[in-house]
Every structure is written in structure tokens, then in C-alpha cells.
């Protein structure tokens, strides 16, 4: 290194004011939590566009069956199993219904039934995880055993039993999958309490006196909430896929309604003859699955605090 | 490159490319290491001691890092420019490093035993009997009581002082010629900490291995080194011998270090100096001295430009402003020059 | 941070405290057994010890973190065995807790403003203006500003960090801090700084400190007196400096002797004292006296009696057979 290009002067060697020295400094830019996630977000290509697949299906599932002039239920016995005519986009099924009205349709009956599950999973796996890993001790035990027991369970078991005894509708067949997938969920979120019950800041939280309610709410909650996150949007596609599979093993939701997983049950039906049947639907599956798990990577890439600088 | 010497590193450059941008660990760091001798490397979290000391094993993950510039020369090849292959061979039989953490550097998997002579078959082609005898040689070594069982456990059978222990005879299986120690000794208790410092003084004068000690722990600088390296914000802001960096200390940093360590066999009514503020950035580093903002001898070309490498002696070289003829004297805090005020 | 007298209040005891944890499998570890201390007020007593010695449990025994196997700590007089409620929530305010990790200790999703605020909002100490202000004051006390209040904890550096959680503290106006390795994350320039920041709120505020540490340097450095404790026992209580110039218990003189001085020329010329061995598992401690399985000194009688916890000399607590002259005769009477 040299730097004797620069001529010296004395007065550079004048000392400097003592204030303006070790000032104390943190980065310049305010950087809330969530908007340093957002931040290494955006840099996950994938994600992204598992973003922007999953905006325009679910776009498309609320205003796509309005598109054309169909319904999902009207029959046209002069047109059926025709591949794409005149605004039959998706061409027609064996009834002369149009496939990208049920298509879309039935995308966002799929949807509404993953979310309700997922719903279901949050509204019992949360305070249950939350309850047995605070509390710890005696009672931790006793509400693991449970869980173990009720894992032993094969879930499709349950499941049919609750389908038998419940018509299958839209909130059967969620509630079926919310009551069986909780389980993770509260597993997740009751190794998380464990973890933080132990950190410091929960400990200096209770040397403060705060109440239950404070140490949950402020302290505990915001805290699990990256992996309870992730856990949804794993769960999600998990959800979707278990519906598909239910419909085609007729427990599905009735005809003429229809979801992805009865779409795909009948287009089976006729596969050798009509491909295109079961094409498109089985396409916009994959697709949620897809993005769904490329969200689901993203995020979890975005909240592990071990990339944290 | 001098004979003594068995490694030169020269204006080294390592830069990491993270989120947030080029985080520039190491800025121009150049030292040399004798033969037998012990050097050690001291600075604080984030001065770039370690990834000095993992560019010389390259060790450094590419991507993210990045060696932008400079030399490390080892027996007369730049290992930032060797193949992987020969760097093998280098890696474990010439230079071997040892680790903060034994648990997390010993395979879990494996035995103690095998563990040694993994690098013993590798590298000095020794046949299985011949290993286990030498492994069993290396353990009495390092003081492990009963070598003939322990050879045969895991690590997690192992006391934190006892992995240490195997680590080192791991290390120095092969004999290498330079061991290199990142904080071999901050993971341990003190008790256990003069344990190993013991037992590596005396194995450095039986084997006769150069070292590279890495540490934040002035006081085991004061133990164990020959000559220090005094690193700051990525760069080498003074060396000397251990005599004259606790005696003489030239920069101001080192004065700083010095006056924030508490002294055991001192009164206690010596004030602490604490340094003020932080060390910089090194995402955008400062252009002069990056000692500057909390320096409280700084001058205005300090904030402007980085000053030169001058020698003060024939051992000492100080990277400060103040050694500048134009510059005023300023004395040394006379209260830290190897405890006067006693 | 002068030398105590012995009269001076007493604002802490500690009388044979036990904390044992079950580890599952019917094995109980012995954490803390048997301690006894006191401290005075506004002086700091320090705690050294190495890893698994039972310094951090003692501290949070003491501040109700965890509750006691047996004996009984008194705070200002008071047992603290049963506070409830009102009580507790004024122990609350009167004892705090400084933690070590500066990265764990501060809740990443609030901001530097409401975890300072935390201690007000429970006690609804300050609300709305005064709050603010408050918290601005406790910023500018621990050498912050104002516009820190509003960030988030993973801007700052460890030893601001470190600062915040100070703050945190002071905010309830305690009388008692524990300090819980409050420096042994932080790099050696910033050590400095925090040391010195809660000297200097020692003496404005005149608060008491139980300084928990394993850097026997700075323990000496900020303490009146030093407890050293050993695998769940206490082996020497002293005067810093006393401790340091004629340490008494074995363990002490091989602790003391084996921390590097930063001065090679005093290196050169120390004896030190290398124990052999590891400490044992707190599990199964060694019978008698627990250091007896590392003690260059160890007699017939270290494996047989649990040493007393004498006053040796004056305001010079010791448990050793060795200076203990029925332990003596009993030796002699062994041979």
C-alpha cells in the first residue's frame, strides 16, 4: 500500500474534536422483523413465482368460472366430451359440462377445504402445543400420551367413520382432515415452547412478574409464529392431496359440486378415450402443490434465524 | 521466500458475499511464522483472526467467500492457488488445525482410536498395526490416562478437557510441520485451560511444530506466544514479539486492549479504560483507519487514509498515524506498560 | 466500593440451600448443595466457579426462577420461600436479573423501546407521556438515545444489547441486581464498558450486586468479597483482595494460579498449579469432600466428612479439613 501520493500537511495531523468520536451507531435503516424476512424473501426466486402461481389460481378459481358463459352444473347432451370447442376452453365432459368452469370451480372448492382444515389444525394444535409445552412437567406428559395414542390411530380410519356419519360436504371433509392433521401442528408448536420457556428473555420477562397471559401473548406467541407459518403452508398442499385422494375413493364431494380430487376421480374414468379430462385438473393440482411448496421452502429459508446476520 | 520461514502470508484479501452485500473479513493481512516458533493471532469477534487462520487450511466455503487477492506461501506454494487435490495432502500431514469446539470437530461416529489413525493410513501409509501402535503412542502423548481402553471410545465418552486432549494427538499424528489453533482453550474451564496450555508448551518443544494460536485471551498470548499479531477490522494493526507488544504496545488499539483487561495481580483501584463505541462495518469499511472512530488519539488523516506498515523495530511493525514524523508524540498509558504501576 | 464493615446491613441471606434437578431415570442432580452466604448492602459479592458448579442456579434460585430443594433464602429479612401475588410482584420490582446472552436475552420481535418499558408496564409504574420518558431516561442512563427506542434488537451490537438489558432492569428501580456472566459474551474492548457502566450505577444509585462469573479477573476487579464455588459447594468466601493474596481452600489456589495474566515477564517467573483430571458429574459427586478427587492435599478424612463451613479468620469463610483442628486430630488418629 502506498500512499505517499498525497502530500502531508501539519494539519492533518491536527487532532479531531473528541465528540465526534464513538458515536454510537446502529444501521442506519430502521429494519422491522417481518421486513427483514420480506427481504430475503423477494432474493428466492422460486418462491416468488410460487407467489404468483398461487395469486392467479386463486384468482382464477374465484372469477374463472364466471369467464364463460356456463355453469359448473349445466348439462349439454349435443356436446359431450368434445375437446375445446367454440368457449369450451378446457372442452366438454361426458355430461356436456364445461371443464375450465369446473375446473376452476372445483380448484376453489379444493382451496376452501385446505384452508378450513388448515383452520381447524390452527384452532386445535395451537392451544394445545401451547398448553402442553408451557406448562410442562405432569401435564406436558399426560397430553403427549394422548397424542401418541391418537397417532397410533390410522387417520383414514377416522376419517371414513366421520364421513359415514357426516354427509360429505365441504365443512365434513375439512373438519375430517382438520381433526386427524393437528397433530403436527401441535407438535410443532409444543417444541417451540419448549425452546423458548428455556431462553432468556422469557426468563427475564417472569424476574419482571409478568402474568400467563402477558408471557403468551408477548412473548411466547410472536416467537413460534415463523414456525407455525411454515407448518401451514406445508399442511396446505398436504390437505389438497388427501381431499383428491378421498374423492377418489368416492368419498368426495357429491355431484353435480365437484373438486379438483372428483375432477381427477372422473377424468380417470375415461382416460384411455378423453385424456384431456383428466389433464387440466391434474395440472392445476400439481401447480397449487408446487407453489405451495416453494412458498413453504422460501419462507422457512427466510425465517431461519440461523441465516440471520 | 525466506528459509526460516515456514509460512508467509501476504496482503491477503478474503471477502464474503452475503445478503446484505460483500463483507470484507480480511483486508491486507500479512505475517510470517517461524520455524518452531509460536505466533499468535489476536483481535476481537469479527476481526477476521479466523478466517485468516481457515484461508491457510482453505477451509473457507467458495461461495460465499472469496480470495481477492494476495498469497499464502507454505514450503514455497501459494496455497490459495493449489490444486484441491495436493491441498489433500497438505491438509492433516503438513498443517493440522485444532478447533474451539471438540465436540462439534470429532466425529461422533467414530472412535478415537480410528479417528488418529484415519490421517496416519492416509498420509504416512502406515499399515493398521503400525497405526493403532503409533495412535496408542499419541495418546500417552497427550496424557489421556488408560490410552489402551480409551482407544477404543467415542467422543461422547470423552470428558470437554479429554477431547481436547484427543484432538490435539489427532492433530499431531503426523507430525506436521505448523499446527494451527483457533481458541483452543476458550471452550474450557480455566483449570482445564491450564491443562491444555501445559501440555502444548511441552509438546511444542518435544515435537518441534510451528503454531498459529489464535485467541481473544491476552493472557494466554502472555503464556504460550513468541510473537504477536495484533489484528483489527480485518487488518494487522501492529506485531512484535510478545516482550514487546505487552511492553512497548505502539498502537493505540493495543493500548486500548490492554487498559479494558482487569489485572488479577493488580490492586483493584486501577481503572478499567474501556475502548468506546464499536468496530466497524466491515460491509462498507471505513477508507482510513478503521481504528479511527474510536481512537482517542485520532487525527484527521486518520479518517482519510490508511496509514503504512512502519517498523519501530527490527521485530516491530505498528500500522498508526502517529508513527508519522509530522505526527505529536503521544505517550503510552504509562499505567499498562507491563504492570509499573505494581 | 469501599471495604465493608462487618455491621452493615444485610440485605440477602442464604442459609444451606439445596436445589436438586431430576434428570429422568431416578437420577438427581445436585446443583446447588448446601450453601450459605450473605450479602451486604450495596456491596457486590461475586460467585466464581467453573462450568456445572452451580453459580447460575444459585442466582436464579435466589430470584425465584427456581424454587429451592430446601433451606431458605431471605431477602431484607423476609423468607421468599412463599410470596404470592401483591408480595411477589413487589420482589419483583425490588430484586432483577441481569442475563449473559446478550442475543437470547432480549424478545426479537419487540421493540428496544417496550422491552426497556416491560417492567413499567406490569408494575403500571408509567403510562403513555411518563412512560416515554422514562424510557428515554433509561436509554440516556445506560448510553443510548432517544432514537434507539423504537428499533429492534437485532440492530445493536452485543454490548449495546447488553446495555438494553441493563436498562431493562433498572427500569422497576431494584435495590438487588444479579448479574449472571453478564460479560462473558462480549468481547474484551466491550467488557469494559459495561463493567464500568454498572460501577458507575452502583454508586449513583447504590444498588447491591450478586456479580456471578467464571472470569476470576474481573470478578476481583468489580467485587468487595468473592464466594468460589465448587461442583454445587461453596469452598472459600473472602475479601477480594484477601482472597487473592492468601487464598486458603486448594481449589481457590490452583483457580487463581491458573488464569493467565496478560504480562509475559510475570508468566515467566509464576509457579502454577495444574490440577489433574475432570470435575466429576454432580450426579454421583464424590463422598466427603467434593474437590477431594483433584486436591494435591487431599488426607484420609476428605473421603469420609463433609468439611464445615467455617469463618477461619476473620470475614474469611473456608470448608476445608485443612484448617479445621478436629479434622486434624482425626487425621492423625487415622494414621
Known sequence: MNSSTQKMTPEMFEPVAKDTLAQEGVASKKITFWGDVWRRFRQNKGALLGVLLLVIIAVLAIVGPDINSYSYRATNYEITNQETVGDHWFGTDGLGRDIWTRTWYGAGISLLIALLATGFDLLIGVPYGCISGY??????????????????????????????????????????????????????????????????????????????????????????????????????????????????????????????????????????????????????????????????????????????? | MDRNNVLEVKDLHVSFHTYNGEVQAVRGVSFEEKKGETVAVVGESGCGKSVTSQSIMRLIPQPPGVFKHGEILFEGNDLTKLPEKQMEGIRGKDIAMIFQDPMTSLN????????????????RKLGRAEAKEKALEMLRLVGIPSPGSRIDQYPHQFSGGMRQRAMIAIALACAPKLLIADEPTTALDVTIQAQILDLMNDLKEKMDTSIILITHDLGVVAETADRVVVMYAGKVVETGTVEEIFNRPRHPYTWGLMGSMPRMDLSRDTELTPILGAPPNLLSPPKGCPFASRCPHAMKVCKEQMPETT????????????????APSVEIPHDLVGGASK | MSKVEPKVEKILEVEQVKKHFHVGRGQLVQAVDNVSFEVYKGETL???????????????????????????????????????????????????????????????????????????????????????????????????????????????????????????????????????????????????????????????????????????????????????????????????????DNPLHPYTEAL?????????????????IILKGDVPSPIDPPSGCRFRTRCPKAMDICAKEVPTWQEVRPLHWVSCHLYQEESLKKEEGMK
Open chain 2, 108 to 123: 461422533p461416529t467414530m472412535t478415537i482410536g480410528k479417528q488418529i489413525m484415519e490421517g496416519l493410513v492416509k498420509h
Open chain 2, 311 to 326: 517498523d519501530a523495530s527490527g521485530t516491530q511493525r505498528v500500522a498508526c498515524w502517529l508513527e508519522h514524523p509530522m
Open chain 3, 256 to 272: 487463581l494460579s491458573a488464569v493467565p495474566i496478560p504480562d509475559p515477564d510475570t508468566e515467566k517467573r509464576r509457579e502454577r
Open chain 1, 135 to 309: 406448562y410442562g412437567g405432569k401435564v406436558d406428559n399426560w397430553m403427549q400420551r394422548i397424542i401418541e395414542v391418537l397417532y397410533g390411530i390410522p387417520n383414514l380410519i377416522v376419517i371414513i367413520l366421520l364421513l359415514l356419519w357426516l354427509k360429505p360436504g365441504i365443512i365434513a371433509i375439512a373438519l375430517a382432515l382438520g381433526i386427524t392433521g393437528w397433530i403436527t401442528m401441535a407438535r410443532v408448536v409444543r417444541g417451540q415452547m419448549l425452546k423458548l420457556k428455556s431462553q432468556e428473555y422469557v426468563l427475564a420477562a417472569r424476574t419482571l412478574g409478568a402474568s400467563t397471559r402477558r408471557m403468551l401473548t408477548k412473548h411466547m406467541l410472536p416467537n413460534v409464529l415463523g414456525p407455525v407459518i411454515i407448518t401451514v403452508m406445508f399442511s396446505i398442499p398436504t390437505a389438497i392431496f388427501f381431499e383428491a385422494f378421498l374423492a377418489f375413493i368416492g368419498l368426495g364431494i357429491r355431484p353435480p359440486q365437484a373438486s379438483l380430487g372428483v375432477l381427477i376421480n372422473d377424468g380417470y374414468q375415461v382416460l384411455q378415450l378423453f385424456p384431456y379430462q383428466l389433464f387440466y385438473p391434474a395440472l392445476i393440482l400439481s401447480l397449487i402443490m408446487l407453489s405451495f411448496n416453494l412458498v413453504g421452502d422460501g419462507l422457512r429459508d427466510a425465517l431461519d434465524p440461523k441465516l440471520r446476520q
Open chain 3, 46 to 244: 461475586g460467585l466464581v466457579g467453573e462450568s456445572g458448579c452451580g453459580k447460575s442456579t444459585i442466582g436464579r434460585t435466589i430470584i425465584r426462577l427456581y424454587d429451592a430443594t430446601d433451606g431458605d433464602i431471605r431477602f431484607k429479612g423476609k423468607t421468599t420461600k412463599d410470596l404470592k401475588g401483591k408480595n411477589l410482584k413487589q420482589f419483583n420490582r425490588e430484586m432483577q436479573m441481569i442475563f449473559q446472552d446478550p442475543y437470547a436475552s432480549l424478545n426479537p420481535r419487540m421493540t428496544v423501546g417496550d422491552i426497556i418499558a416491560e417492567g413499567l408496564d406490569i408494575h403500571e409504574l408509567a403510562k403513555g407521556k411518563a412512560r416515554q420518558e422514562k424510557v428515554v431516561e433509561l436509554l440516556k442512563t445506560v448510553g443510548l438515545n432517544e432514537e434507539h427506542a423504537d428499533r429492534f434488537p437485532h440492530e445493536f451490537s452485543g454490548g449495546q444489547r447488553q446495555r438494553i438489558g441493563i436498562a431493562r432492569a433498572l427500569a422497576v428501580d431494584p435495590e438487588f441486581i444479579i448479574a449472571d456472566e453478564p460479560i462473558s459474551a462480549l468481547d474484551v474492548s466491550i467488557q469494559a464498558q459495561v463493567v464500568n457502566l454498572m460501577k458507575k450505577l452502583q454508586r449513583e444509585k447504590g444498588l447491591t450486586y450478586l456479580f456471578i462469573a467464571h472470569d476470576l479477573s474481573m470478578v476481583k476487579y468489580i467485587s468487595d468479597r468473592v464466594g468460589v464455588m465448587y461442583l454445587g459447594n461453596m469452598v472459600e468466601l473472602a475479601d477480594s483482595q484477601e482472597l487473592y
